[in-house]
């Protein structure tokens, strides 16, 4: 998809939530629990439409699985993922582990589960949706509740998303480092070139000259 287009995901015991994962900061994890509050506790489908974005929730069995999306990613996408989270999240705690789990019990355990079902959906998005296609060919095809956000937290005004990625923050520090250390190398070899040109004897000039690193690879002279 080009960008990433699943911003946050968790699993939650009806209110609490259990594990999350995200790679983004802003609003919309305090927007996504607010709704976790409002939902229907019956087993269904549910997709709310707020500024760009799509907060997806599947409830089923006292369990909730949700995932944030930016528009663009359509519903199949987000549903699907919460498919393959679903059952992951069923296999790995059947044992009634997530039963007795506390707030964020299982971050450190299925958080990093959360992160691979985003980053492959992420980068398979034409192998979901066909997968959902199937899936929903094969089996009972529950519809989607679809409603503004805004009318579901009972709020007036509009919600505006803030959703910063922390890794560009990253990126940024990164390339002003490359930035710099590049410029440190250059002003070092303007500095040797220099040093270099004033020590020839006369009638003497620089036709090709390269440093690495501080280190002198080529020098080539010729008399004029």
């Known amino acids: 998809m080009g960008q990433q287009s699943l911003i946050y995901s968790f699993v939650a015991r009806g209110t609490v939530i259990l594990a999350d994962y995200t790679e983004f900061t802003g609003n919309f994890t305090s927007v996504a629990a607010q709704c976790l509050q409002k939902l229907p506790a019956s087993n ?3 997709t709310y439409n707020c500024d760009g ?3 997806n929730y599947l409830v089923e069995n006292g369990f909730t699985y949700c995932v944030v999306a930016v528009e663009s990613a359509g519903r199949q996408i987000p549903m699907a993922f919460l498919e393959r989270v679903k059952d992951d ?5 059947s044992g009634g582990k997530a039963s007795a789990a506390k707030s964020n019990g299982l971050k450190k355990e299925f958080g990093p589960k959360l992160k691979e079902h985003m980053k492959y959906c992420t980068e398979h998005p034409e192998e979901i949706s066909q997968l959902a ?8 095809v529950k519809g989607v509740m679809l409603e503004n956000i805004e009318k579901v937290l009972d709020r007036g005004e509009k919600i505006e998303l803030l959703v910063d990625k922390t890794e560009n923050l990253r990126s940024q520090a990164q390339d002003f ?4 250390t590049k410029l440190k190398r250059k002003m070092c070899v303007d500095d040797v070139e220099l040093s270099f040109s004033e020590s020839l004897p006369s009638g003497y000039t620089i036709l090709t000259f390269r440093a690495t690193q501080n280190i002198l690879d080529h020098s080539l002279l010729s008399l004029v």
């Open 44 to 46: 269904n489908k549910f």
């Open 53 to 55: 974005h799509t907060f």
């Open 89 to 93: 999240f069923n296999k790995k705690y």
């Open 133 to 140: 296609k199937v899936k929903a060919q094969v089996s009972e």
């Open 177 to 180: 480092k490359t930035q710099g």
